[in-house]
């Protein structure tokens, strides 16, 4: 298993600002994904962050409402920007060791809500 | 584009009763995984399934991979209140694309004592 820390777990922002959320993972793993979640809902797939390139974006999803950084392999971190009401949303940091396994392991999330 | 259809989406019962959720897809996975989530956690994995036919215990909890590998199930023998929380049906694509999961929508059980 992995052990993956994620914060902020909650913030209340003002329309217009950005907010970045970081996953921290307690040993270095090939795939780290980030999810959206409406509350009680399945998640969709936002981007998979690529360790020393540009994250691979899911239709609907562009960069540069949502870029991705992953300066290493144990560490990620995706913002929001110029945030509206619509983007109020649970945030998840997931991970996979390996792509033959595809096991995924999650974080708490990060609950956003945007006034 | 593969899907899953996870029904149902609600599910209230009583403790005790018995309970089945369905995931459902027309394309094949390589693999199908069971995922349950309680409020303010990310979702925890349960289960694995990776054969066509095959079936898994975990507890009162049985799963079962279809031998298409293109549906998968989910039962609980007398659920109990501890069961409550967001179960999601998630799986690998056939062409399998660096690791990314399907998810299904989601089942939200309740369990009332």
């Not at chain 1, 992995?2 to 993972?25: E, F, H, M, N, Y």
């Not at chain 2, 584009?1 to 029904?7: A, P």
């Not at chain 2, 019962?13 to 959720?21: A, C, D, K, R, S």
């Not at chain 2, 897809?25 to 956690?41: A, D, M």
Request: charged residues 15%; glycine residues 8%; neutral net charge.
């Amino acid at each position: 298993s992995a052990v993956i820390s994620q914060k902020p777990s909650r913030d209340i922002c003002q329309r217009g600002t950005s907010l970045t959320i970081q996953c921290q993972v307690d040993s270095q793993v090939t795939m780290m994904f980030w999810y959206r979640q409406q509350p009680g809902q399945s998640l969709t797939l936002i981007a998979t962050a690529n360790q020393g390139s540009e994250a691979t974006y899911e239709s609907g999803f562009v960069i540069d409402k949502f870029p991705i950084s992953r300066p290493n392999l144990t560490f990620s971190t995706l913002t929001v920007s110029n945030m509206s009401p619509e983007d109020s949303s649970i945030y998840l940091c997931s991970v996979v060791r390996d792509t033959m396994n595809t096991e995924a392991f999650f974080g708490q999330g990060t609950r956003l809500t945007v006034v | 584009t593969q899907l899953l259809e996870q029904s149902p989406q609600f599910l209230s019962i009583q403790e005790g009763e018995n309970l089945t959720v369905y995931c459902n897809s027309s394309s094949v996975f390589s693999s199908l995984q069971w995922y349950r989530q309680e409020p303010g956690e990310g979702p925890v994995l349960l289960v694995t399934v990776v054969t066509g036919g095959e079936v898994k215990k975990l507890k009162r909890l049985t799963f079962q991979f279809g031998d298409a590998r293109k549906d998968s199930s989910l039962h609980i023998t007398a659920a109990q209140p501890g069961d409550t929380g967001l179960y999601l049906c998630a799986g690998a694509p056939i062409y399998n694309q660096g690791g990314k999961l399907i998810f299904g929508q989601g089942t939200e059980l309740s369990v009332k004592p």
